[in-house]
């Protein structure tokens, strides 16, 4: 008999549906089909009467992929309403139920951590701002990793946090931070995680409440969980063992923000009597991609994860392009971008990846001069990042101190500026850029260059490319986790970049070549590396090497497909997958590539 919830899916996927295991660890690389067997795996359990829907939690990163799996459980025949939440929603919904029942005041939420930030550092304005912001970002890690203003500093420096100021400094703020919030009765969002520990484990009524409630608990994307999210997830298991979790050891790329992939990679010993179970096969991306992707990872600690077996065709190896430098990186992949587009490729389903935040500026700048529309992951364009705003108004100072001033001089004084402008790295960035958009603005006006002429232009380039429409994706590789598009290009493959300088620690470079992973396996059908010989550093023309870790890769590109397993069982297993196949979401559009 058929059954629409197993009929579809591989030999791995169905073993990991119904699996009678009631603690589940499902190792899932990129293009294996997660969401999916996520989502059967609750319609199974609940059809077959292992679980309840209006007892079901499942826990995501973001309220699109909480909204994505509702819509889809859904759509699997499943009767009655789950629950499906981030962690920081799920602790505040929980503690503003606590507080009704109690006929108390909900808690109080600060939204904005810089706000609070500014004074304790000192003044205020959009330099203060951009530091405010820096350290913030350091009190989040330390939340996460669960670290007291007290051990702050210890903790710092036995990972070698690259800080925006000396550690006792951040430290200190911190810790004034800490007494700011008591005295206004505030939490901030990392709080609301803590403090729904806290209830749940001072608590009995509490705690029985919220268990009663989640009796069969799923996690997605586990290996970004954080040692704060799992106390919390534990406390809403309490001595239940009804846990399903999906993750990618490859794709842990968020230690910087305190996530701890070891729960995944000794998911055994972590929860005694747990099952883990591998997805055997990707459908993402083409063999060459896989094993371009997979080659990258090197040493990385992953675990049990093997590679996984590419089930598509053989499409076109990946390329590797060494540029003159960043200009023509910029100005070269635009042209491949246009030229795909084209061939039939869509807008939206080109992106260009980079490193730095810091890298969009110059191909927004060549996108545009060519007539491709982009879209920016935040839908912020270069000229509207907050590091970019600082600057312009550090230009408008200057030129308010010099009155008449070249622009040339300008930037000069920019490049110059040591205080704590600069201290903050993305704002170091965000300046090199900005001055290097600056000299292309300059040779354009023959002379007649001014500050108030460089932000229209700058302003101008990328408005006219930029919008909510179709277009190229401009993302950062952290930002590009979890999507994916037809034709890629991962740029700035080079020693600064990838790995960035401030990965120093054997960690921090693990965490580098993941990252590197990651945006290479966002291609489906045709992927592009590239990195410039010259790069454009503040006023200077630094002199560039290629990653190490393209050796990899390109060894792969020069070895025949790698044969793991005998042709007879990979026969037989592709029978019984397209015997069970159900037709491509996007036939005319797979076809069409197929055909190119």
């Known amino acids: 008999m058929s059954d629409p919830l197993l009929d579809d899916l591989d030999a791995s996927q169905r073993a990991t549906v119904c699996s009678p295991s009631r603690t589940l660890a499902i190792l899932a690389p990129a293009g294996s089909g997660k969401t999916r067997v996520l989502t059967r795996r609750i319609a199974y359990r609940v059809r077959e009467g292992h679980a309840i829907a209006q007892h079901v939690l499942a826990v995501t990163f973001t309220r699109h992929a909480a909204g994505e799996l509702v819509t889809r459980i859904g759509s699997l025949g499943v009767d009655g309403p789950v629950t499906a939440s981030t962690f920081h929603a799920l602790a505040l919904g929980q503690l503003r139920r606590r507080s009704a029942e109690r006929n108390q005041a909900p808690p109080q939420i600060l939204d904005d951590k810089a706000r609070v930030l500014e004074p ?9 701002r951009a530091a405010a912001a820096a350290v913030a970002g350091e009190i989040e890690w330390a939340k996460a990793r669960m670290i007291t203003p007290a051990r702050y500093s210890l903790a710092a420096r036995a990972v070698q ?5 000396p550690v006792e400094g951040v430290a200190a703020a911190f810790a004034h931070y800490e007494d700011e919030l008591r005295r206004r009765r505030m939490l901030d969002f990392d709080d609301v995680l803590s403090a729904c520990a806290d209830a749940i484990e001072r608590e009995d009524d509490f705690a029985a409440a919220v268990r009663w409630r989640f009796r069969h608990v799923f996690v997605d994307e586990f290996q970004d969980v954080t040692p704060l999210q799992l106390r919390l ?14 993750g990618d050891p490859a794709q842990s790329i968020y230690a910087f923000a305190g996530a701890d992939a070891s729960p995944l990679l000794e998911f055994e010993r972590a929860f005694p009597g747990g099952t883990i179970i591998a997805l055997t096969r990707t459908y993402r991306s083409t063999p060459a991609i896989v094993r371009f992707a997979e080659s990258a990872l090197h040493e990385t600690d992953t675990g049990a994860r093997a590679s996984p077996l590419p089930v598509r065709e053989e499409h076109e190896l990946p390329s590797i392009t060494a540029y ?14 246009r030229q795909a587009h084209l061939d039939g490729v869509p807008w939206h389903r080109i992106a260009v990846l980079f490193r730095s935040n810091a890298q969009s500026a110059r191909f927004e700048s060549a996108l545009a001069q060519r007539g491709v ?12 990042q907050a590091s970019v705003r600082v600057l312009f108004d550090r230009l ?13 001089a300008l930037l000069a004084d920019l490049a110059a500026d040591t205080d704590d402008i ?85 960690e921090s470079r693990s965490d580098e070549r993941r990252l590197l992973h990651v945006a290479l396996s966002r291609a489906e059908d045709s992927l592009h590396c590239s990195w410039a010989r010259v790069r454009t550093i503040g006023a200077r023309r630094v002199a560039r090497q290629p990653s190490p870790w393209l050796d990899g890769p390109q060894h792969e590109m020069d070895t025949p497909a790698w044969t793991t397993r005998a042709p007879a069982e990979h026969l037989a297993d592709l029978r019984e997958t397209l015997a069970r196949a159900t037709p491509p979401e996007r036939p005319t559009e797979r076809a069409g590539r197929l055909r190119r």
């Not at 260059?449 to 590789?477: K, S």
């Open 396 to 408: 408008r100072a200057h030129d308010s101190e010099h009155p008449g001033r070249s622009l040339g």
């Open 422 to 506: 600069v201290d903050p790295p993305d704002v170091r960035a965000h300046r090199d850029a900005l001055l290097d958009l600056g000299r292309d603005y300059q040779s354009i006006e023959h002379g007649a260059a001014t500050l108030a002429g460089f932000a229209a232009w700058i302003d101008t380039v990328t408005r006219t490319a930029a919008g909510t429409g179709p277009g190229v994706d401009l993302l950062t590789f952290h930002r590009a986790k979890g999507l994916e598009w037809g034709v890629v290009f991962v740029t700035g493959i080079e020693v600064g970049l990838v790995p960035i300088a401030g990965a120093v620690t054997p």
């Open 373 to 384: 529309p982009f879209r920016t992951g935040d839908d912020r364009r270069f000229v509207q």
């Open 120 to 128: 304790i550092l000192g003044r205020r304005g959009a330099l203060t």
């Open 324 to 337: 003159a430098d960043d200009a023509a990186e910029a100005a070269g992949v635009a042209v491949a971008c």
């Open 161 to 165: 946090r690259r800080v925006p100021r």
């Open 233 to 246: 997830l534990r406390g809403v298991l309490g001595d239940n063992d009804d846990l399903s979790v999906v």
